[in-house]
C-alpha cells in the first residue's frame, strides 16, 4: 500500500483475505440486485403473511434518522403529533365517494374480535382521511381553531398484488399529516410548505437523493383531493419513485364530515384541508439511489454507524490502537462501532461493512500499525488513504463532511444524463423508457396518458419550464410533464 | 398580591376573572375525575370503534417524551430497533400452547383482504413474541449471534370488556423487548436490567413515579413465562397499577420455535429467552400518580410546554414584555409557549393551563408590570410569587429543578402512608382495599390468592423483607406479597 488515493480495485475486500461481494451487477440485473442488498446488508426479510416486512436492525436505524429528520421539520411547520386508531367502522370509508372507491380493493378487514363476529366489520386503516376527519368535525368549533395541524406516525395496511420490500409491501410505515384552515390560501400554502421544506428539504439535504417537485395530473392524483403535490426521483435504473406527497384536499372531506367554524363575524364555514404522507418507501430508495455493485452506500446522517473500526488480525497492539482509535473519533461525536471479531475473516467483515454502506472503515493492521499509520477508506468514492494515526480523525471528519454532497451530485449528474427534453410523443416513449422525458403537457393530455398508460409509462409530475411549482395556477400548455416508468 | 410565596386559592383562577375548574374532585369520585381529566387536558378521547383510543396531541407530546427517555434506556442496554408485522398467521399463535391460552379470548382477526376471504385468517398482534421467534430461528446460527437484542415500538390489539383510555384500550402504543441469550443466567441478568436500568429508572428519575420492583406469582405472571418481573405504582385512589413487565421465557419460545445455536464446541443449544414491554398506559399512572383537584401535573421533563407565558389582559407594554420573557426563557433551553390570546378571558385561559399541567405559569398583567415585575405559579405546589422581570429566568430555573423530585416525594409518602405491613389474612384484606398490605407470602399462598380475589385484591408482587429483588431464588418463606386493588 502506497501513500495518498487509491481507487480499490473490485471488489474492495480481495486483497484483505479472499472474501468476495458476489452481488448481481446493477447492470446486469436491477431488481435482482436490489433483493440481495436488502437481504445481504441485513435491512429487511420478507414477513410470514404474503407482502409483509420485517424491518432489522440495519434498516430501522436508517428508518428512525430520516424519521428524526422529517419529523423535526414537520414540528418546525407547526404540527404537532398525535395518534389515531387502527381500526375504522367501514362506515366511514363510505362517507368520501372517491375516497372509497380509490381505496376499496386494498382493504383488510376485520371481522372478529373476542372471540366472536363483530357486528359491524372494521377496516385496518390504509390512510386515516376519514377517522381523523370525524374528530376535526368534532374538534373545531371556531376559527380560533384554526389553522389545526396534526401528524402521526404509523403503520397502515393496503392490499399489495407486486408486493416488493420496502417499495410495496401490504403493511408500510409512515406518517400522515392533516390539517384543517379557515381558507383555501391558506391550505394550498401549507400544502407546498410540506412540499419543499419538509420533504424536499429532508429528501435532498439529509438523505442526499435530489428530487423533482410537482404536481399529479387528474389520472394520478389521490383519491379524493383536488391538487397532489409529489417529490419525484430517478433510481439508478433510470425509474421514477414516488418519495412524498402533499395533498390539497379543497373541502372533499370537510363536506363528507361537516367541518365547519364559525367565522369572526360569526358565519359558519367549511375548513380547507390538506394531507401529507412519506414512508419506508424512502428507504428503498435510498438504496436504489446510491447503491453500486458493491452494496448500499449510505449519507452519514443516516448511517447507523459511521466509522468501523476494524482489526485487520488479532494482534495485542492492534486491539490497543483500534479501541483508542474508536474512542477519539466517539469523542469528535461521532457513531463509532469497534469491530474486533478477528475470529472471522478481515475480509469476510469488510465486504460485509461494504455492503452495509458504512461510510468510512478504518482498517488497523500490524504492518501498518508498525509505522505508526491505519487505512481509511471512504466507501462512496471506494478509494483508500494510508495516513498517520494522527490524522485518522481530521480525515474522517473530511470524509463524513463531504460525503452526502458528493452522493447527491452524483445522484443528480446520472439524473441530468438520463433526462432528455423531447417535443413529441414519439420521442416521449422513446425517452421515458430510459429515464425522464420532459415534454410539453399540451403535447400528452389526457389523451397522451393513456397511450403511456399502455407502454408502462406515467407523467410523474408536471412543472413550470424551468422546474419550479406551477403553484399559481399556470394555464396547461405553461406546463411540462416529466415522463418515465415509476416503480 | 403581595411578595412572597402565597398559596392559592381553590380554584386557581378564581381571582383571574371567574373561570372556575368544576373537576370532579377526587374524594367525590376518582374514576369521573379521571376520564375528566383526560378530556379537558385535551389528553384523549374515544375513538369510534369500541375501546379504541385517540391519543390528542397533549397526550402524545407527553408520550413522545417517555417514549424518549425510555428509549435512551434501551439502547444503552444494547438493545436495537427493529419492526415486525402487524399480521401474524393464525398457527403461529398456536404453537406455544400456554401463549396462546393466554390470548385467545383477546384476539382481533383479519378474514377479509384485497376484496376476498383470507385463505388463512390472520391475527392483528397482541403481543409479538411469535412472529419475531420465528425470526429468531432464522437469524441464530452460531454462539457468536448472541446476545440478540431488539426491541420495537408499536401498535398493539387486545380486545377489552371494560376499556378505559390509556389504562385499557383495545389498541395501545408501546415498545415489547425481545431477546436471546447464550444461556438462563445471561436471560435472567438481562431481564433485570431492564427492569431497573430501563423501567425503574424512565419511571421514578423521568416521570417521577416511585414504583415497587418484585416478581409475579405463577398466578399473575406472563402467559409462557417462568418469570415475570414487574414495576408497580400505587395511584392517587390507592389502586396498583402495572407500569411495565419484564419477563424470563426460559426455553419455552425456543423450544416451540426450535431457536437452536451452536456453542463453541459445535453442539446444539436452545437459547434461554426475555420480553419486555411498556404502554401507553405510563400515561394514565402519570395522571393518576401527580393529578390533583385542578387537574394534570407534570415533571418538566414530560411536558410539552414547560412554562406558558400569559399576557393578562391587551395591552402593547404587557405584549412586548411577554415577548421578551418567552424569548429569554427558551434561551434557557425550555419550551416555552406565549399565551397572547387576550380575546379569551385570563381566568379561562389559566385555568386550561393549570389543567394541562404545565410546570410554571409566568403571567404578566399591566399593573405588576407598572412595578417591573410578574407573577410566577408553581403548578405542583399552587404557589404564585411575585418577582423581579430580572429574576424570572432564575425563578423558573428553580422551579423546574425541583419539580420533578418534590412530585415524586408526595407521591412517595402517599404510598408509604397507605401501605401496611401485616400478617394476616384478615389483616391484608381489610389494609388492600385502602393501599397495599405487605404480608409474608407464606401467609398467602396459592390459597390466599383465590380468597384475594374473590375480594378483588391480588399480589401485585413478591419483594425481599428489605423491597429489594429476590433475584436469587429466595425461599418462598423470606419473601413478602405486595397485596392491593389493581387497574
Known sequence: MGDGDTTLDAPAAAAGGGAKTSLTARAVDFPRWYQEVVARAEMADNGPVRGSMVIRPWGYGIWERLQWAIDERIKAAGAHNAYFPLFIPEAFMRLEAEHVEGFDPELWMVTRGGGRELEEPVVVRPTSETVINHFFAKWIQSHRDLPLLVNQWCNVARWELRPRLFLRTTEFLWQEGHTAHADEEGARAYALRILTDVYRDAMEEVAAVPVLVGHKTARERFAGAVRTWTCEAMMGDGKALQMGTSHELGQNFARAFDIQYADAAGGMRHVWQTSWGASTRLIGALIMTHGDDFGLRLPPALAPIEVVVLCVREDEAVRRAAGTLADELRHSGRRVHLDDRTDTGFGRRSVDWELKGVPVRVEIGPRDLGEGKATVVTRHRRTKELVGLSSVRETVERICGCAAAEL?????????????????????????????????????????ELELASESLSVRCLQRHDGGLAAGGEADDELVAVVGRSY
Open 408 to 448: 447527491r451530485n452524483e445522484a443528480l449528474a446520472f439524473r441530468t444524463a438520463r433526462t432528455a427534453t423531447v417535443a413529441s410523443m414519439a420521442e416521449t416513449l422513446e425517452a421515458g423508457v430510459a429515464g425522464f422525458a420532459r415534454v410539453p403537457w399540451r403535447v400528452v393530455g389526457d389523451a397522451g
